[in-house]
């Protein structure tokens, strides 16, 4: 039994036991018509049959990841916490510590720039440098 047919039926089952213990009580508006004349009533399923979106237009994008040995984890993510520093607005940098069943920990830098290779690399230079 759908929810709306089930909430029709509590709405009947309220009036009665308020009808029966002498209460006035005013009964909930009448459900309004809603596509197709059906009556709305609630539920949750849909069926999407198509999408589109519309993406703005962007720049070249550069990036990439370099893993490490898990002994320079320190290292690695104070070189992290300088970077994301002066990161500019185009730079999204991800710190992973990884550890896989069966071998060595690592630790990842992933790096991606909304911008062309040699601006990524000069701004990847400067902040390293500064």
């Not at 609630?42 to 550069?62: C, S, W």
């Not at 991606?112 to 400067?126: N, P, V």
Request: aromatic fraction near 6%.
């Amino acid at each position: 039994m759908n929810r709306a047919r089930l909430g029709r039926r509590r709405r009947h089952r309220l009036r009665h036991r308020r009808r029966r213990k002498g209460g006035g009580g005013t009964s909930p508006p009448a459900p309004t018509p809603t596509c197709s004349g059906r009556c709305a009533g609630g539920g949750d399923f849909a069926v999407v049959t198509a999408l589109e979106l519309t993406l703005p237009p962007a720049p070249r994008l550069f990036g990439g990841r370099i893993l490490w040995a898990g002994e320079h984890a320190a290292e690695v993510m104070d070189a992290y916490r300088q970077i994301t520093a002066a990161a500019p607005e185009e730079l999204t940098v991800w710190l992973d510590l990884l550890h896989f069943p069966g071998s060595a920990p690592m630790v990842a830098v992933d790096a991606t720039y909304l911008g062309d290779e040699d601006e990524a690399r000069g701004r990847a230079w400067h902040a390293a440098n500064c």
